[in-house]
Antibody
Framework: EVQLQQSGPEVGRPGSSVKISCKAS????????MNWVKQSPGQGLEWIGW????????DYAEKFKKKATLTADTSSSTAYIQLSSLTSEDTATYFCARTTHFDYWGQGVMVTVSS | DIQMTQSPASLSASLGETVTIECRAS??????LAWYQQKPGKSPQLLIY???SLHTGVPSRFSGSGSGTQYSLKINSLQSEDVASYFCQQYYNYPLTFGSGTKLEIK
């Protein structure tokens, strides 16, 4: 059974960084790209970017190129997203989702930016 | 970027009814379209991919159709567990983009 298990909720101060994880199981981690998606409170869905765990290659939506950094650790089948220079606009739930049509999703991580 | 225009924004229907949600792309996306269901407090779940392919385990009352720039999701025999928000997403080209969502309620 494919599962994507994300880390717990995060609280970050303005200007700081947070790093969220997404541990994959039930399939070969390097066979599929991993995407990240942002959902602001009560809002729709925004694609942040993807990482190919096999090669470490990445692609980002223009809006997130200076905000997000995607990495992957093949030894633990875990993908990561780091969000930097946090502002109130980053308060949202962040999901990992497998492949280009998001066939499996993590449960989401709520990030709250607060001083 | 490809813009996805989804309608209606909200929808109220009776149990057993058939409902249709539409999505229009700003350019041809060659069936690179998926539909998702999201229940409150949960992550989205894939229903349909490649415009008309049913994802594993999704009830057959859900179906997708369309081509070019126009796509639709149909739910037959509406059930109480179908109360959710529904989103379309194009994956023909990057950046991947979503429709703004449709909130489905039971009358």
């Amino acid at each position: 059974e494919v599962q994507l298990q994300q880390s717990g909720p995060e609280v970050g101060r303005p200007g700081s960084s947070v790093k969220i994880s997404c541990k994959a199981s039930g399939y070969t981690f390097t066979d599929y790209v991993m995407n990240w998606v942002k959902q602001s409170p009560g809002q729709g869905l925004e694609w942040i970017g993807w990482i190919d765990p096999e090669y470490g290659s990445t692609d980002y939506a223009e809006k997130f190129k200076k905000k997000a950094t995607l990495t992957a650790d093949t030894s633990s089948s875990t993908a990561y997203i780091q969000l930097s220079s946090l502002t109130s606009e980053d308060t949202a739930t962040y999901f990992c989702a497998r492949t280009t049509h998001f066939d499996y999703w993590g449960q989401g991580v709520m990030v709250t930016v607060s001083s | 970027d490809i813009q996805m225009t989804q309608s209606p924004a909200s929808l109220s229907a009776s149990l057993g009814e058939t409902v249709t949600i539409e999505c229009r792309a700003s350019e041809d996306i060659y069936n690179g379209l998926a539909w998702y269901q999201q229940k409150p407090g949960k992550s989205p779940q894939l229903l349909i991919y490649n415009a008309n392919s049913l994802h594993t385990g999704v009830p057959s009352r859900f179906s997708g159709s369309g081509s070019g720039t126009q796509y639709s999701l149909k739910i037959n025999s509406l059930q109480s567990e179908d109360v959710a928000s529904y989103f379309c997403q194009q994956y023909y080209n990057y950046p991947l983009t979503f429709g703004s969502g449709t909130k489905l309620e039971i009358k």
